[in-house]
């Protein structure tokens, strides 16, 4: 961050652009404004640009080149694939689970007011689906399968290639075929993502989660599915998104997706090791602090821990007055203080579910800023202990069952 020593473990809600990204960006920032669908030399140029772009995007999940499409988010992305998938083709059912990003989950619940019937698959105590589950939940009405690669609160990867598989056995003896989409936000650049593998049709990417720009993102979509656009307008992205690019972001988005590859298992390795590193650290040296999902499916760089007893939005206070950024697994809206969906999903008390804190690794993290962190933790979570009802009154009681009735 641009303050001096501010220790920043919040990559899962954004990262930072490389040095290389904004350099690769700025040419278009500056002297090429061009529209990339006019016809003079520096509008060529653009559109040159646009075109490598989507080479190096395509190239980070193993699809073609002409199978991705920019879009303004991942959200975008996430909302064109469901909406266009569901209204496009036969079948008014739809299976999720109900510890997807809200770009998905309330999309689905936008459908399910428009008449369309959506599945909404429980989770374990780990935040994982089955592939079972799939299989159990499918319909002869069933038209799409949403389903996250990896989570962005708890980290769970889960497992698409085996979804893939029984999605694929279901479409070979039916007639109205079952599409497939993964929301991968949190996964491509950080963990192995590739759609043939996996065996997806659509594939949402964005491109802040993978130090590129906000405001980008991507969809694949595989040859030979037929996708409504969400956004009407001129021809651009061969008509399927209309609006002229943002070719800025859209340079930066590739030239990310390229650096992201190279650098992934390297990263990857680094970051597991400082994962589970964190986590032995913390769950010794604080009581009652338990781990959220997955204990290896998991991504690389994720921590997800419940302080029994406390709430997430104090540690995060705390933590900043220490110049860390941390996130918690509670989500303020609006004033209103509602517990983590996919906390609760796992099976976590409300009380606990609010004393969540996530803390996600970047490119940046080294073990001396976990020290740094493992230093002032233990701390604030006892001095928040002091001052919570629920410890007092556990204190007292001694008995924690009394705080784990659901
Ligand atoms: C961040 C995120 C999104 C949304 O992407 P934006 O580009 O911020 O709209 C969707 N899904 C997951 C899993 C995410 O982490």
């Known amino acids: 961050m641009a303050e001096n020593n501010f220790i920043y473990l919040d990559n899962a809600g954004t990262t930072q652009m490389r040095q290389e990204v904004v350099q690769g960006m700025m040419e278009f920032l500056t002297e090429n404004y061009a529209n990339p669908s006019s016809v003079y030399k520096s509008a060529g140029r653009a559109k040159?640009?646009?075109?490598?772009?989507?080479?190096?995007?395509?190239?980070?999940?193993?699809?073609?080149a002409n199978e991705i499409y920019f879009t303004g988010s991942g959200s975008e992305?996430?909302?064109?694939?469901?909406?266009?998938?569901?209204?496009?083709?036969?079948?008014?059912?739809?299976?999720?689970?109900?510890?997807?990003?809200?770009?998905?989950?309330?999309?689905?619940?936008?459908?399910?007011?428009?008449?369309?019937?959506?599945?909404?698959?429980?989770?374990?105590?780990?935040?994982?689906?089955?592939?079972?589950?799939?299989?159990?939940?499918?319909?002869p009405d069933t038209v799409l399968v949403s389903i996250m690669m990896a989570n962005n609160e708890v980290g769970t990867?889960?497992?698409?290639?085996?979804?893939?598989?029984?999605?694929?056995?279901?479409?070979?003896?039916?007639?109205?075929?079952?599409?497939?989409?993964?929301d991968a936000v949190q996964a491509v650049?950080?963990?192995?993502?590739?759609?043939?593998?996996?065996?997806?049709?659509?594939?949402?990417?964005?491109?802040?989660?993978?130090?590129?720009?906000?405001?980008?993102?991507?969809?694949?979509?595989?040859?030979?599915?037929?996708l409504n656009p969400l956004i009407h307008g001129g021809g651009q992205e061969r008509g399927r998104r209309g609006g002229t690019e943002n070719v800025a972001g859209i340079v930066g988005m590739g030239i990310a997706c390229e650096l992201a590859i190279a650098e992934m298992d390297e990263k990857a390795k680094k970051h597991a090791e400082l994962r589970d590193y964190?986590?032995?650290?913390?769950?010794?040296?604080?009581?009652?602090?338990?781990?959220?999902?997955?204990?290896?499916?998991?991504?690389?760089?994720?921590?997800?821990?419940?302080?029994?007893?406390?709430?997430?939005?104090?540690?995060?206070?705390?933590?900043?007055?220490?110049?860390i950024g941390a996130s918690s697994g509670s989500a303020c809206t609006s004033g209103s203080l509602e517990p983590s969906h996919v906390l609760m999903a796992t099976g976590l008390p409300h009380e606990m579910a609010h004393g969540s804190l996530r803390l996600t690794f970047g490119r940046e993290t080294e073990k001396a800023d976990l020290d740094k962190l493992l230093e002032v933790l233990p701390g604030i979570v006892g001095r928040l202990r002091q001052i919570s009802p629920l410890w007092e009154e556990f204190q007292r009681v001694g008995n924690i069952d009394a705080f784990t009735a659901k």
């Open 48 to 64: 040159q640009a646009i075109d490598e772009a989507r080479g190096k995007v395509a190239a980070a999940i193993g699809s073609r």
């Open 77 to 139: 992305s996430i909302n064109w694939a469901v909406k266009a998938i569901a209204e496009g083709h036969a079948g008014k059912h739809i299976i999720t689970t109900a510890v997807e990003h809200h770009a998905s989950l309330y999309t689905c619940q936008a459908l399910e007011k428009a008449g369309y019937d959506v599945t909404y698959l429980g989770v374990d105590d780990r935040a994982m689906v089955t592939a079972q589950q799939v299989k159990d939940a499918i319909r």
């Open 157 to 182: 990867i889960m497992p698409i290639a085996e979804i893939g598989k029984v999605i694929a056995e279901a479409n070979a003896s039916r007639e109205n075929k079952i599409f497939f989409f993964t």
């Open 189 to 226: 650049g950080h963990i192995p993502v590739d759609v043939n593998e996996l065996g997806v049709d659509l594939l949402a990417m964005s491109g802040h989660k993978v130090y590129g720009p906000k405001g980008v993102g991507a969809l694949y979509i595989r040859r030979g599915v037929k």
């Open 278 to 323: 964190l986590i032995k650290e913390i769950l010794e040296q604080i009581p009652h602090s338990r781990l959220n999902g997955h204990p290896s499916q998991r991504l690389p760089g994720n921590v997800n821990i419940t302080f029994e007893f406390i709430e997430g939005e104090g540690m995060l206070l705390l933590l900043n007055a220490q110049n």
